[in-house]
Nanobody, 125 residues
């Protein structure tokens, strides 16, 4: 069973930046697509970004396109989410997730089977 551990969350002012990291256990990290989701209080968990096993393909929610960048380092078993130009509406718990496939076909919560514990991101206005 893979373990995913997120880090890098915190409090930042609007317009600022944060970089989230997700470290995965095991030796099969490079075999799977990875994703980031977020959940704000009182709202459903939503897709943020995803990346294929090689990093060649990336996908973004419209709300973060142009501001967030997902990347991965398979040698370090780590996936990143660089978040720039943060807005108060980006405030949420951010979760790392692993898809049980190499590529991203759909980006629903149910399409990702392993999840981290989450890291809080708070953007003040």
């Amino acid at each position: 069973q893979v373990q995913l551990v997120e880090s890098g969350g915190g409090l930042v002012q609007a317009g600022g930046s944060l970089r989230l990291s997700c470290a995965a256990s095991g030796r099969t990290f490079s075999s799977y697509a990875m994703g980031w989701f977020r959940q704000a209080p009182g709202k459903e968990r939503e897709f943020v970004a995803a990346i294929s096993w090689s990093g060649a393909s990336t996908y973004y929610a419209d709300s973060v396109k142009g501001r967030f960048t997902i990347s991965r380092d398979n040698a370090k078993n780590t996936v990143y989410l660089q978040m720039n130009s943060l807005k108060p509406e980006d405030t949420a718990v951010y979760y790392c997730a692993r898809r049980a496939a190499k590529v991203v076909v759909t980006t629903g919560v149910a399409d990702f089977g392993s999840w981290g514990q989450g890291t809080q991101v708070t953007v003040s206005s």
